[in-house]
């Protein structure tokens, strides 16, 4: 006869064991969970000092005028030079823009770069009176765009650093106030040692929420982070279009040796840790079509974290051997650094929130112990991030927007700038994540594509407009919420 004691003690035996085993899994997940807490808020410790340190920087953008040179005589010659892939649509507006420059004709030259081009761009600009300059693929694979055009058009021209002084870059899409040349001419002439200056970057349009939290960012950082870090004496940022360099600088470089898809923060980089100096202008503006779309802004935002930490890895050694070698100073280190990690919060963000989501979800099924209240300390550094972040993108802003575009603050238009930047983070977190994944790719080029033409086109345009001045980004009216 079978006996059911040896039966029970069997189970209790399996069950015994079950019960270890089960113990030490999860002794196991919540070690995992805890080393995981103690990293990322190990991680967090580098945002929260980035955003104090821009902190410190932004005070320096309290200041209203921003003038800091002498008005001169037109001196400087002035090479532009205008990337136009497909831009039929608007290239008539960048062009009639630079026919009509309030500076002496014989001073500049104005080429379009027509690249790779299946539409009548080329056309359209030489019709208008435009030296247009065409290139096409020399083999298959051959890879395109902004950076590849400008090394072939420097290539291109021969003896460039002798009949210019100064080179331009602007996109297809872009309006420029017409005394660009005049402003940018002073500001060189007045300080030599500079081998490139920046324009202040405006928005064409930013009615809608993607667009909206474009004009916020750039609001934002025209004055409180490049105004602000020159004015510390720091280096400013290369902002991809409305930049002028020394065409000297140009040729003892080799041409245009900036190729990567973020080909504007390369230069940027690589000119820094020459120990070069590059200078803010917050007194001209040029003004970019923001993408309209979510697809379109998360492609460009791609695109910009890929050639971003491309640039970034690439050049982290050497930021460190310009230090050692005297040709940067600690300040500048420190700045630079901060530029080439900016995209950094966003892998730390993508880390924290999956974590906290999973451990929410096993304490609540009662898997493991109360591990989030043990964690508060590793997440209380968060909150100053948190501070930051709202003077950053709430006080700053209109600030900013007072200051530079005459608009007053209006508690009205909070919800809009809340959303806006909370609908805009999770597009670009989502962009930064795939771009850290993808650095290594950086042979194609995305174009986007672009539709504002005239200042006829502009949203709700002033109707004093005057035709000679592009200054009407300020006058536009409130942006809504709709997409």
């Known amino acids: 006869m079978f006996d059911k004691s040896n039966e029970y003690g069997y189970y209790n035996i399996v069950i015994k064991y079950l019960l270890i085993f089960l113990e030490g899994v999860k002794n196991r997940l919540e070690l995992i969970l805890r080393t995981m807490f103690t990293i990322t808020g190990i991680l967090s410790i580098c945002p929260i000092l980035m955003m104090l340190f821009q ?43 630079l026919l009509n420059m309030d500076y002496p004709k014989e001073l500049y030259d104005f080429y379009i770069l027509a690249d790779n081009c299946t539409d009548n761009t080329a056309q359209i600009a030489r019709d208008l009176g435009a030296k247009v300059m065409e290139f096409s693929k020399e083999y298959p694979n051959e890879a395109t765009g902004k950076p590849v055009v400008l090394k072939k058009a420097f290539n291109a021209l021969k003896d460039y650093q002798k009949k210019y002084d ?17 402003e940018v001419n002073s500001q060189m002439l007045c300080d030599p040692d500079a081998v490139a200056v920046q324009c202040y970057l405006g928005t064409k349009n930013k009615t809608g929420l993607i667009p909206f939290f474009y004009y916020i960012t750039f609001s934002i950082t025209n004055r409180f982070f490049q105004l602000a870090r020159n004015r510390f004496g720091l ?22 040796k900036s190729l990567s898809l973020t080909e504007d923060f390369e230069f940027q980089i690589e000119t820094t840790l020459d120990g070069k100096k590059i200078i803010w202008n917050n007194n001209v503006r040029v003004y970019d079509e923001k993408p309209t779309e979510v697809k379109a802004s998360y492609k460009q935002q791609k695109r910009w974290a890929q050639g971003h930490w491309y640039v970034s890895f690439r050049n ?7 230090l ?6 600690f300040a500048e280190f420190i700045s630079t650094s901060v530029y080439m990690f900016a995209l950094f919060p966003y892998l730390v963000l993508f880390l924290q929130i999956p974590l906290f989501l999973l451990t929410f979800v096993l304490q609540h099924l009662g898997v493991v112990s109360d591990i989030l209240n043990e964690s ?23 600030v900013a927007d007072n200051f530079d575009n005459g608009k007053k603050f209006s508690i009205k238009y909070l919800p809009t700038l809340v959303v806006s930047l909370l ?61």
């Not at 508060?376 to 802003?397: P, T």
């Open 235 to 256: 280096n400013s940022g290369i902002g991809g279009t409305g930049f002028a360099v020394k065409t000297e600088y140009i040729y003892e470089r080799g041409g245009w």
């Open 376 to 398: 508060n300390s590793m997440f209380s550094g968060n909150l100053v991030a948190i501070a930051v972040f709202i003077y950053s993108f709430i006080v700053l802003f209109y």
């Open 316 to 322: 982290t050694r050497k930021l460190f051997e310009a």
């Open 423 to 483: 609908f805009n983070t999770v597009i670009i977190t989502a962009a930064q994540i795939v771009g850290f994944f993808q650095w290594r790719q950086q042979n194609v080029w995305v174009k986007t594509e672009h539709f504002i033409n005239h200042i006829k086109d502009i949203d709700d345009k002033p109707q004093d407009l005057p035709v000679n001045n592009a200054k009407f980004i300020a006058e536009n009216k409130e942006p809504s919420i709709s997409l």
């Open 55 to 97: 902190l410190v920087i932004s005070f320096k953008g309290f200041k209203k005028d921003a003038k800091n040179y002498e008005d001169r005589d037109p001196e400087k010659r002035f090479l532009i030079f205008v990337p136009a892939h497909n831009e039929a649509a608007v290239i008539s507006g960048i062009v009639n823009n």
């Open 166 to 182: 100064l080179v331009m870059f602007f996109d297809a899409d872009n309006l420029i106030d017409t005394n660009m040349f005049r």
């Open 324 to 329: 050692f070698k005297g040709k940067i100073s």
